[in-house]
């Protein structure tokens, strides 16, 4: 019989980082505080957040005023947070341009604990962060 893994109960695991990538589809029916609660609870475990489609301008305000309620110095040290949107223009992929779709305002964002992860370039097409282990 196979032994359970911190992975398999959902603890980040002993020698490395847990990235949750969460999707549109699952972030799509909830509301701000739930969003809010379920990224800084991961960052609380000291996880990597990447989200599909970022937050919207007010729900991040939001997700900075109740991480500052939230910071204490020797439990929780807040936030590092990345965004980049996509493409304002139409879809330029060859698929996109036969289909007539056009390009959302989603944003990929990348959140976690400011101890662990530190940006160290970000453009319109690319973040790129260190991220450190406690």
Do not use: C
């Not at 020698?15 to 799509?28: F, Y």
């Not at 475990?45 to 937050?55: A, F, K, R, T, W």
């Not at 779709?101 to 973040?127: C, F, M, R, Y």
């Amino acid at each position: 019989m196979p032994q359970a893994t911190d992975a398999d109960d959902g603890d980040a695991p002993e020698d490395g980082v847990q990235i949750d990538l969460i999707s549109g589809e699952r972030m799509e029916g909830m509301a701000t505080m739930e969003k809010i609660r379920m990224i800084l609870d991961g960052v609380h475990d000291g996880n990597i957040v990447i989200l599909e489609e970022g937050l919207t301008p007010d729900e991040e305000s939001r997700l900075i005023e109740v991480t500052m309620a939230e910071i204490s110095p020797d439990e929780f040290n807040g936030i590092e947070i990345e965004t980049y949107p996509k493409s304002d223009g139409g879809d330029s992929s060859l698929i996109g341009r036969i289909m007539g779709s056009e390009k959302s305002d989603a944003k990929l964002t990348v959140i976690g604990p400011a101890n662990q992860i530190e940006t160290l370039h970000k453009d319109e097409t690319l973040i790129s962060a260190l991220v450190s282990h406690n």
